[in-house]
């Protein structure tokens, strides 16, 4: 990677100066996704500036999108390559019945290397509006599990799943292992066979928290997709509220021209 | 409506505290969706502030999306019951049999009044991405048709609708009135029956033309949502790209657990 210059005669200031020539490195492939941006250490030395210019530097294409910083590890360029992901076909049921997640599955066509952390199952009465997508009553114990997913150690989404407790308690659901197939394996174990999903999609600026689990750059938005699963009586069997990194998402969906 | 007062020995500035009396107003229905604010000369006169800090006060709910300015005439409260568009429906045949368009049916429903300005029909050469989505040639003429829609008076989308031209030239989708059913029933009738949608949905940050268009705040984002239309032959015959005030929609898409 070769590192160009800065004009000190210029109105532009240096710091400014500095992300126009790490930007132009990343826009024209000469820095790819996931590779690691100099540290402060080689830009002060390399432009000659002092540690807060160069941290400006970096902070701007932190608060931009375009990279992304890994703690203690360094800046990384955030992945360019959205994970594609097409609802009707992640969770069709070919997939469950290899125990594949979805998640994993796509992100792994798109050439990342996939990951899951922050995985904690509780349960806890339902919100509102956990209340009325499940249409369960507040004194309801739901399970709860929720996890984030990474992509080449990025993080890249946020999820909570929540299944009411008569169908979760006791049973597998309410286990950190799930067992193969995952939750919706186990909720048609349970003889609740899944027979369609709803999602909507709304994007929105995210929170304070949201920006930190997500590590976001302050211009960046979410995606957020809250997905609903359905047995054969009309049952709402689970709700998952997912939030997504607006950047490293491609959502797919195809419906017929009935 | 009751606008309150602001305190001078703050240290909150006065328009940060106008923006706060407003914004509690909308937070708590005094002032609901669709309804007109105070101008800037009833600000000052109330207040007692310059008009830059009543301008100040008014950018700052812009920039949040509460408010929406309609040149000419006034600042108003942005809707915060978004339009919900469910995919799977909204392209059903029975609505282009009964002519409606899809928009202007959900808009409706969501109880706003809907509209369509900026109506634009051209014939061009397709770029990159419009070739790679429909399939054609660079040196292949394709029907553009862009417009506006409108919620309540407000824009909320820009929609480019891209048709191959040996489908669309000489017939009514390349003139402005399509007739009943819109461009879909005439695809039909131009025998290239429909099978099904592909729609692909992104969120990100606005650029400057779509943020004048949509006359959105700075920090506001928009989802785009691009559209394919195939028919039984398995043909790429429409693209429609849209650009969505994010605030405005909740997309909805429903799908089987097959």
Known sequence: MQLGTIDRTSDRPPSKQIADDLRGLIQSSRLVAGEQLPSEAKLMDHYGVARMTARQALQELKSEGLVVSEHGRGV????????????????????????????????????????????????????????????VPEDEIVIVRSRRYLSDGIPVETAVSYIPGDIGKGTKIAEMDTGPGGIYARIEDAG????????????????????DQLQLGTSVPIMRVVRTAYDFQGRAVEVCDTIKAAPAFVLEYDFPAR
Chains 1, 2 share one sequence.
Request: no cysteine; proline share 5%.
């Open 76 to 135: 990384f360029v955030r992945r360019t390559v959205p994970v594609r992901r097409l609802a009707s076909d992640r969770f069709a049921r070919r997939y469950r019945d290899q125990g594949k997640a979805a998640f994993l599955a796509e992100a792994e066509k798109s050439g990342a290397t996939p990951s899951v952390d922050s995985i904690q199952v509780t349960e806890d009465y339902p919100d509102v509006e956990v209340q009325q997508r499940l249409r």
């Open 192 to 211: 609740h066979t899944l027979e369609h999903f709803t999602e909507e999609v709304t994007a929105r600026m995210p929170t304070e928290r949201e920006r």
